[in-house]
């Protein structure tokens, strides 16, 4: 067995739009620096007319504000439900799915206003948007019609949220999101034109105290509409705390903040008070569900603070991102599930040099990045999360040696500010882990974290694991 080297791939494949931001393209363009900050309120939080109340109660103490709203809960999926039903030609489904989701809303309507004149406002953009809804019923389905159909969400949520901060008298205006939310081709968001746009528009609208706008949808290049995938609404508000170069970014949610380990999974999870935007990076892209995982960069390379709130619970201080890391030591750690493992397995690896690059090239080619990866002197493994292309890179991949893969794998990753030496952070990762069956290991590649493959089976217990023998 020749020496073993494990080493990790930068996962945060957002290169696009850092280059766009450090090169500062787009900045030409005539921007106001507006001391606002920017709040985003995810479906729990807009879920029910009580919650649209406290939302409207916490955003409205004066202070000059932009405010992204995502759909309600459970809306964003029954949309998904309605375009599958329609794709697969089940109209029948689809309109009951509609019909019940249009009832959830006439009830949200009946319960949320004061007074008839709302009402009948908010009942007329109901009907309007399940009239459009239902318009693609009789229509071959493209690939468009789920993208229009997912969008209705938070068109509704803002629609309606905004009609109840008028009816209240607070001076609000509604800014259309697919009026300055861009995507280039690759579906990155394009930050110059949404600095632009942003800028009109604000500069267009009459200047009030609360500017509220949908999160998650956007228009592609073709000036179709388009989103920036699920849990967007957190990208959203980043993207526009950047583009406006706000003084801070609020992710408003159902939980006190960023906890040590997944709540969904794990007893005994704790709030965590600070984040560096390098460990906040990781763990929403290794699979905490409270942060999109694109969300950290735009905020970090403009020095923007990001805080976690919980709008069931105000007046907790929540957890504060930014650039200083709090102390040293394991912090957190969360799981990404749906991986798959490649093993490449040659002999021509032996003493070669530009092997890894011929592999490398092969993903490539497909546009799949890959997560981890370790070596040895006759096998490389990685990973990858999209499998879109899997059958042909491995079909490519067989002319180096033997292929195997791996479905069903999760990974684990642990972060913190680890200085090694001082720790012993290592010895102590793989006693919590004895007995876990462990796939992969990448360690090294930064000082913030080590990550492991498990197979997705033993996600929990290795969470579980990790909660009761390294976090409490
Ligand atoms: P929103 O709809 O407000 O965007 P999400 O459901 O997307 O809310 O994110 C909040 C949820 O993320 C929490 O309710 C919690 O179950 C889940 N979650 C997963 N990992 C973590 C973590 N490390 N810290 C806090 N919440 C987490
Ligand atoms: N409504 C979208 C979703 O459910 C976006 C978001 O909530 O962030 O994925
Ligand atoms: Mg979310």
Same mark, same amino acid.
């Given at each position: 067995m020749g020496k073993v080297k494990f080493f990790h791939i930068?996962?945060? =494949?957002?290169?696009p739009l850092l280059r766009q931001l450090s090169d500062g393209?787009?900045?030409?363009?005539?921007?106001k620096k507006l001391n606002m900050k920017v709040y985003k309120f995810g479906g729990t939080s807009v879920g029910s007319p009580d919650n649209m109340r406290m939302v409207m109660k916490i955003i409205t103490d004066g202070e000059q504000k932009l405010v992204v709203l995502s759909a309600m809960s459970g809306t964003t999926n029954s949309l998904l439900q309605i375009s599958g039903a329609i794709a697969s030609g089940e109209k029948e489904n689809a309109a009951g799915i509609a019909s019940q989701l249009e009832k959830k809303y006439e009830k949200v309507v009946s319960e949320l206003y004061a007074n008839e004149v709302s009402r009948q406002k908010a009942m007329a953009v109901v009907y309007e948007v399940f009239g459009l809804i239902r318009s693609f019923f009789d229509i071959p389905y493209t690939e468009k019609t789920e993208k229009v159909i997912v969008a209705q969400g938070e068109l509704i949520s803002t629609q309606l949220f905004t009609l109840l901060m008028v009816e209240a008298g607070f001076s609000t205006v509604l800014l259309p999101a697919l009026d300055f939310m861009r995507v280039d081709d690759e579906r990155a968001a394009y930050l110059p034109a949404i600095r632009t746009l942003l800028a009109e528009l604000m500069g267009s609208?009459?200047?009030?105290d609360y500017y509220i706008t949908q999160g998650f949808i956007c228009r592609n290049p073709q000036g179709e509409i388009d989103n920036l995938?699920?849990?967007?609404s957190d990208y959203t508000a980043s993207l526009i705390g950047a583009a406006i170069n706000s003084e801070e970014i609020q992710i408003w949610t159902d939980i006190d903040g960023f906890h040590n380990n997944d709540p969904r999974y794990v007893d005994h999870t704790r709030k965590i008070d600070q984040l560096s935007f390098l460990e906040a990076a990781e763990l929403a892209y290794f699979?905490?569900?409270?942060?999109?995982?694109?969300?950290v960069l735009p905020a970090r390379v403009q020095n923007i603070p990001v805080r976690l709130k919980n709008t069931m619970n105000p007046s907790d201080s929540g957890t504060l991102i930014t650039t200083e890391s709090d102390g040293t030591g394991i912090k957190a750690v969360a799981a990404k599930d749906g991986i798959t493992a490649i093993k490449i397995r040659s002999?021509? +690896?032996? +003493?070669?040099?530009?092997f890894l690059k011929r592999v490398f090239e092969i993903f490539e080619k497909y546009k799949t990045p890959i997560d981890m990866i370790s070596t040895s002197e006759v096998a490389v493994s990685l990973t990858i999360? =999209?499998?879109?292309?899997l059958d042909q890179i491995s079909e490519e991949l067989l002319a180096f040696g033997e292929v195997e893969v791996d479905r069903d794998m999760s990974i684990i990753c642990i972060v913190g500010d680890i200085i090694t030496e001082e720790t012993g952070f290592a010895s102590r990762v793989f006693n919590a882990l004895d007995g876990i069956p462990i796939r992969m290991i990448s360690y090294?590649?930064?000082?913030f974290n080590i990550s492991v493959l498990v197979p997705t089976a033993h996600k929990k217990s290795t969470l579980q694991t990790l909660s009761d023998k390294l976090l409490n």
């Open positions: 930068c996962a945060l =494949n957002l290169s393209e787009g900045q030409g363009a005539e921007v609208s009459p200047e009030v995938e699920r849990g967007g699979g905490a569900k409270i942060l999109h995982p694109q969300t002999a021509r +690896m032996l +003493m070669a040099y530009g999360d =999209n499998t879109k292309f090294g590649g930064s000082r």
